[in-house]
């Protein structure tokens, strides 16, 4: 502590303290301000990033102390989103969102749980109408910064852990702090930070600076710390910590930045394990701490409170001394244009397995420890026996007094005063689950994890297209959820028809909050789409992202969708695919230009392929527009242009084609005619069915379309059973080889196995051609053979061997044949004139 004479620092303190010093124990960690009356009094609070235990020992030490400004671990260019703390609307867990206005993909988040000390610094200055600003390095810094590279990963905890006894650091804190709140131990933690910072490497040392002056390497020792997120999960260092993500980058998927990693098990002896390193962005974090500090307690504050990381108290406790050291090492930063928000968060999302460098391993447990300050274990076990009765897992009353049992005794056993994580874990391992790792993942998943989302209020900054679609998800009831949930719509409804369209055009703008799935209910017609919600934090960078486009959703969607399609290269079937879409989303703005723009595409494409693949399209668009009351005058003029183009080329296509790629056409030859069967337009129907006609008469076609085309006039009733059976005996005929025989074959029936089973004279002639085959044909055939035969359902395939073994393969003899026995005859003969003559 360094005492002060009419606001100027003595000569025995003019000279920062070293890092013992500064890290000394001091009544809750309460100095003197270095640059303010002697009646100021400033204390740091080194607390861990969410984590439940810190948060209540900071409040109560608040209370006790009772602060007139109080500065966090954040951007400082964050302070005016204090304010909306207060808000009744907004619920943690939430998250500061920054992001480059010009590049949104360039974002950060800082998240906050009811839990974390952080949010309950800011809300205890809500409640007490006490000053609240973030005291570190503005996100226009964050952002800007080039050189992602950080400090060691190592824990400077796991040398703690590791004197204390325990192998796994985060054991020992959830042991020592979070399980024993107590506003005393704000004192404990400083001091050891400080020893372990005198043993840390420094890096980066500031050029510029007197070896003897603050914010120097040499003058601050103590000045050794990791970046936000260069720790580990709950790292004691990293309240306030952002997460950086990309947008264009699933969210299962975003890493934590350079630094981050996993919790690590350090054996002091172990010499793989590296030394703690402080690299020169926590330098000038640090740096940038103490100018705010100065400001403010230049602004008048009398009782200042801090609250940082624990690794960062020894750096800021004590003397601040003269600032010009510190405004050296910040000097030149680079900087860039940011803008800041609150956004919803999800506990998933701050536990560690998601990449985020400062997140803990059970934010649901530790939800719970600081909500429920009541019997937390039974509780806690009368949670987990509900989360498992909803999985249809018997779990009784009795489970659950004998596992708080077994929990107390595990916890009395290893010296605990209160029954931790991993006691209650073992303890419903193995009385409520028996062992099962299957049922004790639902309980980690559902409870320890957890998946609540938080809420902002609606007046929060944002950029239009997310007030857009916050208006409209509240208009349309459409809740935003965390746990994904399936949502059935009638599209004969007014509402869900605009729910329809809102799901598709966050589609086209690559926010999928709503994913087209197949619904419970059964259903042919059109009527009815089913979706699975979902969502995603992640989210918000998307919106961001996409507000270039235009201030509402379904501006947006319309710009974002045309530029797709005026860019060079875009192939009809994706155009296609565009329009139908943009019908799909009630785009009416887009729809005539990208009816425009697929008109030429298609009269410029000479691949009846890509024709092919955007019929299909077009059709499903004409059939569903009725529905959803879309005009579709145009695009039936595009789609009988399409046909024609067809009609016109496909007969030249099928000419030369190899196995792959006939069978390529097929299936395209395929829902082409699905499609123009669903449509049900006589002159559509007249014209493809010609064409299938002058494919299926010619002899130079692949086997696989032949045979198809064949089968596809059969069913249409162009041609008859018997003129299917002639073309089948020619094609089996000796001339053609085994595969083309086998090709044919399985263009004819092509899944279809049920023709077999009721058409014995077609099962007779296969079963024929099969039973003549010599060994190396057979050999020959027999892949593409079991294909064929395979794709039947497994009730076809036995019907077909019942057929087998209960008629044969042999034909009825020609009646025709046989011999006329005279006798028999005349008692014919005699039997015919008396019926005659009775009835004349």
């Known amino acids: 502590m360094s005492e002060q004479i009419d606001g100027e620092t003595s000569a025995a303190s003019a000279v920062p303290a070293p890092a013992s010093n500064a890290g000394a124990s001091t009544d809750a960690g309460a100095v003197v301000g270095a640059n303010a009356g002697a009646n100021t009094v400033t204390r740091v609070f080194g607390i861990r990033h969410h984590g439940p235990g810190s948060a209540r020992s900071l409040r109560q030490a608040l209370e006790e102390f009772r602060p007139d400004a109080i500065l966090i671990e954040g951007p400082a260019d964050a302070d005016p989103l204090v304010g909306f703390v207060a808000a009744d609307t907004m619920t943690p867990p939430v998250a500061l969102l920054a992001y480059v206005p010009d590049s949104p993909a360039r974002a950060a988040f800082w998240p906050f749980a009811v839990f974390s000390p952080e949010w309950q610094a800011m809300r205890y200055g809500v409640d007490h109408a006490v000053p609240v600003r973030f005291c570190d390095l503005p996100a226009t810094n964050v952002l800007a910064a080039e050189d992602d590279s950080r400090g060691d990963r190592t824990d400077p905890l796991a040398a703690l852990a590791s004197a204390a006894g325990y192998d796994d650091a985060e054991r020992w804190w959830d042991a020592v702090?979070?399980?024993?709140?107590?506003?005393?131990?704000?004192?404990?933690?400083?001091?050891?930070?400080?020893a372990l910072r005198e043993d840390a490497i420094q890096h980066g040392q500031a050029r510029d600076s007197d070896p003897a002056a603050p914010g120097s390497d040499m003058a601050h020792p103590e000045d050794n710390s990791q970046r936000d997120q260069s720790t580990r999960?709950?790292?004691?260092?990293q309240a306030g910590t952002p997460s950086s993500v990309s947008a264009s980058e699933p969210a299962e998927n975003a890493s934590a930045p350079a630094g981050s990693g996993a919790p690590l098990s350090v054996d002091p002896e172990d010499p793989a394990v590296a030394?703690?390193?402080?690299?020169?962005?926590?330098?000038?974090?640090?740096?940038?701490?103490?100018?705010?500090?100065?400001?403010?307690?230049?602004?008048?504050a009398k009782r200042l409170a801090v609250v940082c990381g624990a690794w960062h108290a020894p750096a800021l406790a004590g003397a601040l001394g003269p600032a010009a050291p510190d405004a050296r090492l910040l000097r030149g930063l680079p900087k860039t244009k940011a803008a800041l928000t609150w956004v919803p968060w999800t506990h998933s999302r701050l536990a560690a397995g998601s990449g985020y460098g400062a997140g803990v391993t059970s934010?649901?447990?530790?939800?719970?420890?600081?909500?429920?300050?009541?019997?937390?274990?039974?509780?806690?076990?009368?949670k987990v026996a509900g989360v498992l009765r909803s999985h249809d897992l018997p779990v009784s009353s009795a489970h659950i007094i004998e596992a708080v049992r077994l929990s107390d005794t595990l916890a009395a056993l290893r010296g605990r005063p209160l029954a931790g994580l991993s006691e209650v874990t073992e303890a419903v391992r193995s009385v409520m689950c028996g062992g099962d790792e299957t049922m004790l993942r639902l309980v980690v998943d559902e409870l320890v994890v957890g998946e609540t989302?938080?809420?902002?209020?609606?007046?929060?900054?944002?950029?239009?297209?997310?007030?857009?679609?916050?208006?409209?998800?509240?208009?349309?009831?459409?809740?935003?959820?965390?746990?994904?949930?399936?949502?059935?719509?009638?599209?004969?409804?007014?509402?869900?028809v605009e729910r329809s369209h809102l799901l598709h055009r966050l589609r086209l703008l690559g926010i999928d909050w709503g994913t087209p799935t197949v619904g419970e209910v059964r259903n042919t017609g059109t009527f009815r789409e089913t979706w699975t919600l979902?969502?995603?934090?992640?989210?918000?960078?998307?919106?961001?992202?996409?507000?270039?486009?235009?201030?509402?959703?379904?501006?947006a969607a319309e710009a974002k969708i045309l530029d797709t399609a005026s860019r060079d290269g875009v192939s009809v079937t994706e155009l296609a695919d565009a329009l139908e879409m943009a019908l799909l989303a009630d785009l009416g703005g887009a729809t005539d230009g990208l009816i425009t723009r697929l008109e030429a595409a298609a009269a410029l494409d000479h691949d009846v392929t890509h024709l092919l693949g955007a019929l299909p399209g077009l059709t499903r668009t004409l059939r569903y527009g009725d529905v959803r009351g879309t005009d579709t005058k145009a695009l039936a003029h595009v789609a009988d242009g399409l046909l024609v183009r067809i009609c016109a080329g496909l007969p030249g296509a099928v000419t030369g084609l190899d196995t792959d790629a006939a069978e390529a056409l097929r299936a395209q030859i395929d829902a082409a005619h699905t499609a123009i069967s669903t449509r049900d337009d006589d002159h559509a129907t007249t014209d493809w069915l010609a064409t299938l006609q002058r494919i299926a008469d010619r002899d130079d076609v692949h086997g696989a379309i032949g045979g198809?085309?064949?089968?596809?006039?059969?069913?249409?009733?162009?041609?008859?059973?018997?003129?299917?059976?002639r073309r089948l005996a020619a094609a089996l005929s000796i001339g053609n080889t085994p595969a083309a025989k086998a090709a044919w074959i399985d263009g004819f029936l092509g899944g279809?196995?049920?023709?077999?089973?009721?058409?014995?004279?077609?099962?007779?002639?296969?079963?024929?051609?099969?039973?003549?085959?010599?060994?190396?044909?057979?050999?020959?055939?027999?892949?593409?053979?079991?294909?064929?035969f395979g794709s039947f359902e497994s009730g076809e395939r036995r019907a077909i061997g019942q057929a087998l073994r209960d008629t044969g393969s042999a034909p009825a003899a020609p009646t025709g044949s046989t011999a006329i026995d005279p006798a028999r005859g005349q008692l014919a003969l005699r039997a015919a004139t008396a019926i005659l003559g009775a009835a004349g």
């Open 752 to 788: 279809r196995g049920l023709l077999l089973v009721h058409d014995r004279e077609l099962l007779r002639r296969i079963d024929e051609w099969l039973r003549e085959l010599t060994e190396d044909q057979f050999v020959a055939t027999l892949p593409l053979l079991r294909r064929t």
């Open 363 to 382: 934010p649901g447990w530790y939800h719970h420890l600081f909500t429920e300050t009541e019997r937390p274990v039974a509780r806690w076990l009368t």
């Open 233 to 237: 999960r709950g790292d004691t260092s």
């Open 534 to 555: 979902r969502w995603e934090p992640e989210f918000e960078v998307r919106i961001v992202e996409a507000a270039v486009w235009g201030t509402t959703l379904r501006t």
């Open 275 to 300: 030394p703690l390193v402080v690299d020169q962005h926590t330098l000038r974090r640090e740096a940038y701490m103490r100018q705010v500090m100065r400001q403010t307690l230049k602004d008048g």
């Open 177 to 194: 702090v979070e399980s024993v709140p107590d506003s005393a131990a704000f004192d404990a933690i400083t001091e050891a930070m400080a």
């Open 453 to 496: 989302l938080g809420a902002v209020p609606d007046d929060t900054p944002t950029v239009p297209l997310a007030a857009d679609l916050r208006a409209r998800s509240k208009t349309l009831r459409l809740k935003q959820e965390a746990l994904a949930r399936t949502v059935d719509l009638d599209l004969r409804k007014e509402r869900d």
């Open 708 to 725: 198809r085309a064949v089968r596809l006039l059969c069913d249409a009733e162009r041609i008859d059973d018997a003129d299917s059976a």
